[in-house]
């Protein structure tokens, strides 16, 4: 057990990841990857595919590159010189590459992450420019939409489908036979999980058709590292090392969260500037960055809509060194079924204005304040309600007291009152009782 596993495991138990793989490479050499996976009906490991979301930006970015070393697109070109039919013709390629072009952040219609995608021409019709939120270059607004309309250029002018050009301009010559347009038989599957049960959901795995440019792909972590490396040291069939360091100065206004290249984010960690990109789609989350100085890369993949931090982790691996200092438990989802008592209190309540929120986990209630996080008490079911067994209310019997209908309208503990709903006046109780926090004193 190295300090890698130990991050690893400290990172899937404190986002409550299903499983996540990760990969750390030191100057350019990989030296360790790693998996955690509680889940129960599939075998994931380090192998395994996950979607990597918008990390797919960077080979499409990659892919224009290509082209503007050519001569065959300029960069200051307005988009509408390849695709004229776009409502954002006089956009530019370096623009809609550094999210300046001042595009909506989504496509019009229906969301596009979790239904399949339909073709170029319905994009277009759909998004005919008047979701515009800005003026070209005034500001950074990340856009997928502008991902595709930069992939639909890719492929008229290589007369080819974007999806080919990747295959054929990227992978084949970089050696990336993992990585892939639909999931291969081994991968991880997309799971959501919910906040206060601690269950499983199953995400769906859409083809986004006209808008896989900006976030189809799957890959692994040894395919990544090896995408992670050239981004900063090239390849002579792909791209140049000096327009790949171009791509890598910034473009874009605003602060650090939104320092950008063309189609590369650039991410400050412990004095140093790494590039890259992370990624995002329901189910799935991933991370990769690697350092052009050193070439020391991370790329971390999860099967969780949320919880994995990517701005985050590159930091947590990069000084993860040495030998494991702790053991960490590892995060597991609930078992199914939950109780469907347990279900009619878990979630958000408030102790006048004051919010908590109660969780099922390992068999019994959590309640945590939702301001500081501070675990409060633990209960467990005990007849019609709960009884304390850690916590000011150690003993005591949480109530659910019920409205004529049968709902529960709020909770009681020793006098303690817990409703849905914040105080809409100070001080007030609709009841007419002492109101006081189920976790506190009175």
């Known amino acids: 057990m190295t300090a890698y596993d130990d991050a690893l495991a400290l990172l899937q138990a404190t986002g409550r990841l299903p499983s996540v793989a990760a990969a750390v490479a030191r100057g350019g050499a990989p030296v360790w990857q790693g998996c955690v996976s509680v889940l129960s009906d ?63 952040s989504e496509p019009t219609g229906a969301w596009w992450e979790r239904v399949d995608g339909g073709s170029f021409e319905e994009l277009v019709t759909a998004n005919d420019g008047s979701g515009r939120v800005a003026v070209a270059g005034e500001c950074f607004h990340y856009s997928n939409l502008g991902f595709a309309l930069l992939g639909e250029a890719v492929a008229r002018l290589r007369g080819c489908s974007w999806w080919d ?88 206004p605003g602060g650090a969260e939104e320092a950008y290249g063309l189609g590369l984010r650039l991410l400050p960690v412990a004095g140093r500037t790494l590039v890259g990109h992370t990624g995002s789609m329901p189910g799935f989350q991933a991370s990769l960055f690697v350092d052009p ?19 985050e982790l590159p930091g947590r691996l990069l000084d993860a060194t040495g030998e494991a200092s702790t053991e960490v438990v590892p995060w597991r989802p609930s078992a199914r079924p939950v109780p469907a008592m347990v279900t009619e209190v878990l979630g958000v309540w ?37 009884v304390g067994v850690e916590g000011y209310h150690r003993g005591e019997t949480l109530h659910l007291r019920r409205r004529p209908d049968g709902a529960v309208g709020h909770l009681e503990c020793a006098t303690f009152v817990v409703d849905p709903h914040a105080l ?10 002492r109101t006081a926090r189920v976790t506190g004193e009175a």
């Open 42 to 104: 599939r075998a994931v490991t380090g192998a395994s595919s996950y979607r990597i979301g918008s990390i797919t930006k960077t080979l499409t970015a990659v892919l224009v590159l290509q082209l503007r070393d050519e001569g065959r697109l300029g960069l200051d070109d307005p988009i509408g010189r390849v695709v004229p039919e776009t409502g954002y013709a006089a956009v530019t390629v370096r623009e809609l590459l550094a999210h300046t072009g001042g595009l909506q």
């Open 293 to 311: 100085v050193s070439r020391d890369a991370v790329v971390a993949l999860a099967d969780a809509t949320t919880g994995l931090g990517p701005e």
């Open 165 to 252: 050009a990747v295959r054929e301009r990227l992978l084949g010559p970089l050696g990336m036979a993992a990585t892939s347009y639909h999931p291969p038989a081994d991968h991880a599957p997309g799971r959501s999980v919910d906040h206060f049960a601690h269950t499983l959901s199953a995400e769906p795995h859409t083809d986004t058709g006209a808008m896989a440019p900006a976030g189809q792909l799957w890959s692994t972590t040894g395919d990544l590292l090896r995408w992670a490396d050239f981004l900063v040291t090239g390849h002579p069939d792909v791209l140049t090392a000096a327009t790949l360091a171009e791509m890598a100065v910034r473009a874009s």
């Open 350 to 386: 408030f102790w006048g204005n004051t919010g908590l929120g109660i969780e099922w986990v390992d068999g019994e209630l959590q309640v945590r304040d939702l301001r500081s996080g501070t675990l409060e008490d633990r209960l467990r079911p005990d007849g019609a309600g709960f």
């Open 424 to 433: 809409r006046s100070a001080g007030a109780d609709p009841r007419g009782r």
